[in-house]
């Protein structure tokens, strides 16, 4: 039961152009969200988050909208460059501890 | 800080052998958690402990599968018998309880079951 969903498995994108990663989630007790970008051979590392009571976080070239009605969430990166190239994966929780993740999209950013 | 430790990175064994996985969390973290990704389900979320406790194991697949915590920078999960549907790379995480969410994660163990 996949409480968390990426439907998209990959996304290619110009560099310099936006990035749009999208993320739903079933569960409406979630109240905490995250983005955590993936390397080959590495762990995913934490990217950004945001709580249930904002719809919008941004941290540089990364910005995370959430919609609560519509339970979607998304990711922008813009501008987007060859370095951003990855797996994102989306997770969600309750109480800031027990996180469910999506499948992941990897994105490839042209040069 | 080292981070998340865990050992081996790569496993390749026989169906039905039996496989341990480890993991160090990071010191002063008191939340771990074993995650499974496969190509089909990305990550999936198998066990997590708080202050070495296990609190939801409803993502552990079958009674093949056991985790323990004995002490708060040690935890292992054991696969046996082993069979080839095994076959993904397994992540340990830990985290402080309550503070956001953040996870670190370990660079996982790829585990090949032939």
């Known amino acids: 039961d996949q409480q968390v969903k990426q439907n998209s498995p990959s996304l290619s994108v110009q560099e310099g152009r936006i990035s749009i990663l999208n993320c739903d989630y079933t569960?409406?007790?979630?109240?905490?969200f995250l983005w955590y970008k993936k390397y080959p051979a590495e762990g995913p590392t934490f990217l950004i988050s945001?709580?249930?009571?904002?719809d919008k976080n941004e941290d540089g070239r990364f910005t995370v909208f959430l919609n609560k009605s519509a339970k979607h969430l998304s990711l922008h990166i813009v501008p987007s460059q060859p370095g951003d190239s990855a797996v994102y994966f989306c997770?969600?929780?309750?109480?800031?501890?027990?996180?469910?993740f999506g499948a992941g999209t990897r994105l490839t950013v042209k040069p | 800080d080292a981070g998340v430790i865990q050992s081996p990175r790569h496993e390749v064994t026989e169906m039905g052998q039996e496989v341990t996985l480890r993991c160090k969390p990071i010191?002063?973290?008191?939340?771990l958690f074993w995650y499974r990704q496969t190509m089909m389900r990305g990550l999936e979320l198998l066990i997590y402990?708080?202050?070495?406790?296990?609190?939801?194991d409803s993502g552990m697949p079958e009674d093949r599968f056991s985790a323990k915590m004995p002490n708060a920078s040690f935890s292992t999960l054991k696969i046996q018998p082993s069979e080839p549907r095994d076959s993904a790379v397994y992540f340990c995480?830990?985290?402080?309880f309550g503070q956001g969410g953040e996870q670190y994660f370990g660079p996982g163990t790829r585990l090949t079951v032939t």
């Open positions: 569960n409406s007790m979630f109240d905490y």
């Open positions: 402990f708080n202050n070495n406790v296990p609190i939801d």
């Open positions: 995480a830990s985290s402080i």
């Open positions: 997770a969600a929780g309750q109480d800031n501890n027990d996180m469910r």
């Open positions: 945001i709580s249930s009571i904002k």
């Open positions: 010191s002063g973290h008191n939340s």
